[in-house]
């Protein structure tokens, strides 16, 4: 989250920035919805900022977004993201006040799961985290009709007509020589696609070129890689590339 010799993501000086009121911003307000394979809203360090109204489960069919197995990439993202940071323990994610959603997509990702995920909740959640995609094997991936109607409902209606913000993975190909432009959720016109980089300022060797990446971010691949919440089972914290 720091800057200089690390490569990191400058977010402190984001942190620094007050609003109207003279308060530290630290994501207050904003509500990032994670579209993954769940979310363990029992972990210290993001039950504080859960907001269960705004969460689902396309996979068990119920309003539980808690993963099963050892399934922790989720609740690992939304640590990135908007891990609490103020309890003493643990870590911090970028929007520490932020809330969050889970959205437990991944396990029963139909193109009409996919279009409900990206709407749910429309009149709530800010920003919908999605750090995953199609198979990276160098082959064209359209998306599916219903959800590229969904982004652009979604980016047209969503935050009083601003419009919401949907975040997702650049891919991580780079060594089947796959490209994000074939990827058709990453390529589109209505999301912001991150590639990542590692902590010596150069792309992560997975992380794939493509004409529609918008962001690089702090990731792994170098001497370093990002700490974030895991599942309890995994005691509660580990490192690895949640872009």
Do not use: C
């Amino acid at each position: 989250l720091h800057s200089s010799s690390s490569n990191g993501a400058n977010v402190v000086n984001a942190w620094n920035q007050t609003n109207s009121s003279g308060g530290k911003i630290y994501g207050t307000g904003v509500l990032i919805g994670i579209v993954d394979d769940g979310l363990d809203h029992s972990h210290p360090d993001l039950s504080e900022n859960y907001v269960p109204n705004s969460s689902y489960d396309w996979v068990g069919g119920d309003t539980d977004p808690t993963p099963s197995g050892n399934n922790a990439h989720g609740t690992a993202s939304a640590g990135v993201a908007a891990g609490y940071g103020h309890n003493g323990i643990g870590i911090t994610g970028a929007a520490p006040n932020a809330s969050l959603s889970g959205l437990r997509l991944l396990g029963n990702g139909t193109d009409a799961n996919e279009a409900a995920a990206w709407t749910f909740s429309l009149d709530a959640i800010d920003i919908y985290s999605n750090s995953w995609g199609p198979i990276d094997n160098g082959t064209v991936q359209p998306a599916g009709p219903q959800l590229l109607q969904a982004l652009a409902d979604g980016t047209s209606n969503a935050r009083d007509g601003l419009g919401a913000i949907y975040s997702w993975a650049g891919g991580n190909g780079r060594g089947s020589k796959d490209n994000s432009n074939y990827d058709g959720w990453a390529n589109s016109r209505y999301v912001n696609a991150i590639a990542a980089i590692a902590d010596n300022g150069r792309y992560s060797s997975y992380s794939e070129p493509g004409a529609n990446i918008l962001v690089a971010a702090p990731s792994n691949g170098g001497s370093e890689a990002i700490t974030t919440t895991d599942i309890e089972g995994n005691a509660g914290y580990s490192s690895g590339d949640y872009t």
